[in-house]
């Protein structure tokens, strides 16, 4: 099965940066996604990374290195409507896409 | 308009009926997903097909179960719906195995 964690809930202040770990173990290895689900809705995509190192995306970053099982997603200049949930998944080595239970980020002004 | 539906929206449904979501998808995905979403627990996997006449099981399988007949389709089975299947239950797609998942816009089943 697949172990993956991440913070329950995280707080900053409009502007600001935040950054969101997520370590996991899986049985095999096929890629890590980071997705935002605002209360009430599904999730939406926001990244990918399959090899080690950084993909940036706008104000949003996401960082991978699988010798340690870890990854972050680094959301900068922060508003008010990036409060939402934050998940973290793994696809495994049979493909199966599991998640984290999410990060809620609170957005204050 | 391209993308994934999924029906009935919401559901109220009496313990040891029998109910089937279903999840339909127009973008020739070979890849499906069910979810549910409980609060505090996050999304968990119930079943997952890789491609048409293929599913396997998530984490958390017993009580539910899909087929593929085909790459559009993949309805979710209860059986005999208990109270603990209550949840807020999502279906994905992807393109390949290497693909980001898009999911539809859920289908909250309360069982009473």
């Known amino acids: 099965g697949q172990n993956i964690d991440q913070p329950t809930e995280m707080t900053a202040t409009e502007g600001a940066i935040v950054q969101i770990n997520c370590t996991y173990q899986t049985s095999g290895f096929n890629g890590l996604f980071w997705y935002q689900q605002h209360a009430g809705e599904a999730p939406t995509f926001l990244s990918y990374n399959v090899l080690d190192g950084l993909e940036e995306k706008g104000r949003f970053s996401s960082f991978l290195s699988r010798s340690k099982g870890y990854s972050y997603l680094l959301l900068k200049e922060l508003q008010m409507k990036d409060s939402a949930s934050y998940l973290c998944a793994v696809r495994d080595q049979d493909y199966k896409l599991s998640f984290g239970a999410g990060t809620t980020v609170t957005v204050r002004a | 308009i391209a993308g994934i539906t999924q029906a009935p929206t919401s559901q109220i449904l009496a313990a040891g009926r029998r109910m089937t979501l279903r999840c339909t998808q127009d973008?020739?995905?070979?890849?499906m997903y069910w979810y549910r979403q409980d609060l505090g627990l996050g999304l968990r996997l119930i079943h997952y097909s890789n491609t048409a006449g293929t599913t396997g099981k998530g984490e958390v399988p017993d009580g539910y179960s899909v087929s593929r007949a085909n790459t559009d389709d993949f309805p979710l089975t209860l059986a005999s719906a208990v109270p603990s299947q209550t949840s807020v239950y999502f279906c994905?797609?992807?393109?390949?195995?290497?693909?980001?998942?898009?999911f539809g816009q859920g289908t909250r089943l309360t069982v009473v």
């Open positions: 994905a797609s992807s393109e390949s195995e290497s693909t980001e998942a898009f």
């Open positions: 973008m020739r995905h070979n890849a």
